[in-house]
């Protein structure tokens, strides 16, 4: 498992949010910038609406943060909410219509977005109940939302 260190300043937090246009999305005041280089899930297509993303905070203080992309067998208040997500983690992730992992499900690799969930492609519109990071860049044998050509 991959551990980052991350610092951030004010000015940071406030360039990051700015160029993604989160100011007013549900992403903690205090968000960092790096936090984004892991799964973000969004409420609404075009990676727009309130956001969740998927990590946990190790340990943190006034200037530092040390966090990990970290999976999720129930994304509870946000179960059956995705309609878009954006892969900026440098693992795969496959996300699933069922919580623990279960049932239909589909993978993203790093640097792969899905704008509109409801494409006929997946019909996957508001059904992730869980997402699990895999331990490889590949989809490794998962089905995944985009073919690698
Ligand atoms: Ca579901």
């Known amino acids: 498992m991959s551990r980052i260190r991350t610092r951030l300043t004010l000015a940071t937090v406030v360039s990051a949010a700015a160029m993604l246009g989160v100011a007013g999305a549900a992403a903690p005041a205090h968000a960092v910038d790096e936090q984004w280089h892991t799964l973000v899930l969004h409420e609404d297509a075009g990676y727009e609406g309130s956001v969740r993303v998927m990590y ?73 109940s869980s997402a699990k990071r895999l331990e490889t860049a590949s989809c490794a044998g998962y089905p995944a939302f985009y073919s690698t050509g």
């Open 56 to 128: 946990t905070v190790v340990s943190s203080d006034a200037y530092d943060r040390v966090y990990m992309p970290t999976s999720s067998p129930d994304l509870g208040g946000f179960s059956d909410k995705t309609s878009s997500l954006t892969n900026n983690d440098w693992m795969a992730w496959v996300v699933y219509d069922d919580k623990q992992y279960r049932d239909r499900h589909y993978c993203i690799r790093p640097g792969e977005t899905v704008p509109n969930l409801s494409s006929s492609k997946w019909k996957f519109n508001d059904k992730i």
